[in-house]
T-cell receptor, first 113, second 116 residues
């Protein structure tokens, strides 16, 4: 069945460091791919999305490119801030006719000043 | 536009009791999905409703049920609570169509359920 695999956390970085959180997926058809962020005590917020191969989603300095050939959607940011400390979830929504989201296990990011 | 709201935000129950959680989607959204989030299992899909019909279901026991009303508001019910049901229950709404922007989900803040 469909699945999402994320790198295990926690990831601890110094402020202004480069961030990569790996995400790979398995899906039939052509899923849409998402990154969500969850701050302490809150629900999930959509960070960015990509709906077809080679699309690049971007928001707040974060980027991820939909790579169909490697079935990946890695999250990157050039310079992290303390305020980026949160849990990041990679997710997919399978193609037409399926309305279920599959989430990865989440990666906790801690940024130190 | 108001976001997804969930009530109550916190709930404490004892084993064997039942509980009902409520979710009000974003205006115009017809799909509501429910998720259970625990430290050990992560985010697990419970079910999804669209136009008052359950359209998709995860792998949870029959103690977990839901419904959706004509105004798209949804309720989730858990009967005969177990200690392992302690979790953050998240509701998400979307337009509900097929593909692309239609299945982009917007999450509420969640209801934190503690079972003693």
């Amino acid at each position: 069945g469909d699945s999402v695999t994320q790198m295990e956390g926690p990831v601890t970085l110094s402020e202004e460091a480069f961030l990569t959180i790996n995400c790979t997926y398995t899906a039939t058809g052509y899923p849409s791919l998402f990154w969500y962020v969850q701050y302490p005590g809150e629900g999930l917020q959509l960070l960015l999305k990509a709906t077809k191969a080679d699309d690049k989603g971007s928001n707040k300095g974060f980027e991820a490119t939909y790579r169909k050939e490697t079935t990946s959607f890695h999250l990157e940011k050039g310079s992290v801030q303390v305020s980026d400390s949160a849990v990041y979830f990679c997710a997919l929504s399978a193609g037409s006719g399926t309305y279920k989201y599959i989430f990865g296990t989440g990666t906790r990011l801690k940024v130190l000043a | 536009k108001a976001g997804v709201t969930q009530t109550p935000r916190y709930l404490i129950k004892t084993r064997g009791q039942q509980v009902t959680l409520s979710c009000s989607p974003i205006s115009g959204h017809r799909s509501v999905s429910w998720y259970q989030q625990t430290p050990g299992q992560g985010l697990q899909f419970l079910f999804e409703y669209f136009s008052e019909t359950q359209r998709n279901k995860g792998n949870f026991p029959g103690r977990f049920s839901g419904r959706q009303f004509s105004n798209s508001r949804s309720e989730m019910n858990v009967s005969t609570l177990e200690l392992g049901d302690s979790a953050l229950y998240l509701c998400a709404s979307s337009l509900g169509g097929s593909g692309g922007v239609y299945n982009e989900q917007f999450f509420g803040p969640g209801t934190r359920l503690t079972v003693l």
